[in-house]
């Protein structure tokens, strides 16, 4: 595939190895003639270390040899996470530090995750970009003057806190963007 095919959330080969592509940027050239470079940050899901790759919209890039399986958590021990392969029911654990990013919008309801699976282990965890989670905690709202989109921190089941609409009450359910971890609307 040419680099400027790549898009956030593919899984490339680079210098031997799987690579997951978080964010890019673009950079146009000012000089006619000049080549549009694409610059991507990554992270590497065997050594799990981030990556910056800056590449021309004509090189070619291998996509990795990987495969995305749906699965549900199990159960969280101190360490560990534990998924289950919702198709063949293996079990994957991955350390809690390698998802410490996925975690907050992970509860044992969740539709849409993946495991992404490289030569039989897992390597990674993959969300939704939209997770409905409930509020457990956030102030009532303050009555008068509303004519400003005032809004209040509220913790979330996960343990989570984002920052909602003051109208919002204590278990709602919410749409939270797992990308930024902002909140999108009522679910």
């Given at each position: 595939?040419?680099?400027k095919?790549v898009?956030?959330?593919?899984?490339?080969?680079?210098?031997?190895?799987?690579?997951?592509i978080?964010?890019?940027?673009?950079?146009?050239?000012?000089?006619?003639?000049?080549a549009t470079?694409?610059?991507?940050?990554?992270?590497?899901?065997?050594?799990?270390?981030?990556?910056?790759?800056?590449?021309?919209?004509?090189?070619?890039?291998?996509?990795?040899?990987?495969e995305?399986?749906?699965?549900?958590?199990?159960?969280?021990?101190a360490?560990?996470m534990?998924?289950?392969?919702?198709?063949d029911y293996?079990q994957?654990?991955l350390p809690?530090?390698?998802v410490?990013?996925?975690?907050?919008?992970?509860?044992?309801?969740?539709?849409?995750m993946?495991?992404?699976?490289y030569?039989?282990?897992?390597?990674?965890?993959q969300?939704?970009?939209t997770?409905?989670?409930s509020?457990?905690?956030?102030?009532?709202?303050?009555?008068?003057?509303?004519?400003?989109?005032?809004?209040?921190?509220?913790?979330?089941?996960?343990?989570?806190?984002?920052?909602?609409?003051?109208?919002?009450?204590?278990?709602?359910?919410?749409?939270?963007?797992?990308?930024?971890?902002?909140y999108?609307?009522?679910?």
């Amino acid at each position: 595939m040419l680099a400027k095919e790549v898009k956030t959330g593919s899984v490339i080969n680079y210098q031997g190895s799987p690579v997951l592509i978080q964010s890019m940027t673009v950079q146009t050239p000012s000089a006619r003639g000049a080549a549009t470079l694409y610059k991507f940050r990554g992270r590497n899901l065997v050594t799990k270390q981030k990556q910056d790759l800056a590449l021309k919209g004509t090189d070619t890039i291998d996509e990795a040899d990987f495969e995305r399986r749906a699965v549900t958590l199990m159960y969280v021990d101190a360490t560990t996470m534990h998924l289950l392969d919702a198709a063949d029911y293996n079990q994957y654990s991955l350390p809690l530090e390698e998802v410490e990013a996925e975690q907050p919008y992970i509860t044992e309801g969740l539709e849409g995750m993946l495991a992404l699976v490289y030569n039989g282990e897992c390597v990674g965890v993959q969300i939704p970009t939209t997770i409905e989670l409930s509020i457990s905690q956030t102030d009532p709202a303050v009555k008068g003057d509303s004519a400003t989109k005032r809004t209040k921190p509220a913790t979330l089941e996960t343990g989570l806190i984002v920052q909602v609409p003051e109208y919002l009450k204590t278990g709602e359910l919410i749409k939270v963007d797992s990308r930024t971890g902002q909140y999108i609307s009522r679910a």
